[in-house]
């Protein structure tokens, strides 16, 4: 009830974005797309830092790579990874038809293979692919991540899973378990200033700290 409340209040998006959040939840083969809270922080974000390059770890059908670009300055640029062909199509598609094949570039392949030997100087990273790998993407995230950039991890507590153990279920326990490390991690990464937000399904806010 009080969810559906804070929901009311969001602010509604584009016709195209409406349609394609229509569609992703209709359409069993799509991936879950970002939830409208957490949705709601990106844009404000983005209007926040303004930034010039954007990455994205998990594009699904290219939802939250539109909506971001729809949010960011004239020339900026995003770069998203998705492992799945199926759905790099298709956002690939969505990009095309909502007139942003110049400002996204959809790169498929796995991430951790891709963040190798992709180069650094992004100011706001976006983390939403499997959880339990958030962990082993972190060193190649702060080494692409320019100080003063963000990166935004979302699903960290894993439909209340990662706080609470009798919500866990045992096919979850390994992801559970990492991102339990990736949130110690994190927050204790003298590199990174970080703070937990219980929105959505639970992002992690975090800053990378100037060098003093
Ligand atoms: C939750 S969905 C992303 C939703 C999207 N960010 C949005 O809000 O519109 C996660 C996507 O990440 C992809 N993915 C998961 N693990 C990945 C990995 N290791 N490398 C690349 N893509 C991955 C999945 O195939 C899926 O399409």
């Not at 939802?63 to 971001?68: G, K, N, P, Q, R």
């Not at 963000?150 to 979850?172: A, F, P, Q, T, W």
Request: proline share 4%.
């Amino acid at each position: 009830m009080e969810k559906d409340f804070l929901d009311s209040l969001i602010p509604k998006r584009s016709d195209f974005l409406t349609e394609l959040r229509r569609k992703s939840a209709l359409e069993e083969s799509y991936a879950p797309i970002v939830q409208k809270e957490t949705e709601q922080l990106i844009v404000t974000l983005l209007k926040l830092k303004k930034p010039k390059r954007v990455l994205e770890i998990g594009t699904a059908v290219g939802y939250s790579a539109i909506l971001m670009a729809d949010n960011l300055p004239e020339d900026s640029q995003i770069i998203t990874i998705e492992r799945y062909k199926k759905h790099a199509d298709i956002a690939v598609d969505n990009i095309f038809e909502a007139g942003y094949e110049k400002k996204i570039r959809v790169i498929e392949g796995e991430a951790a293979e891709v963040l190798c030997w992709l180069d650094g100087g992004f100011d706001f990273v976006f983390l939403d692919a499997a959880k339990g790998q958030y962990i082993e993407f972190l060193p190649d995230i702060m080494r692409l991540l320019n100080p003063g950039g963000i990166l935004l991890s979302d699903n960290i507590l894993y439909k209340g899973m990662v706080e609470d153990e009798e919500k866990v279920v045992h096919r979850k326990v390994t992801i559970v378990k990492r991102l339990r490390m990736y949130l110690e991690e994190i927050m204790n990464n003298p590199s990174l200033t970080t703070s937990i937000i219980p929105i959505g399904d639970g992002v992690a806010l975090s800053v990378k700290n100037e060098r003093k």
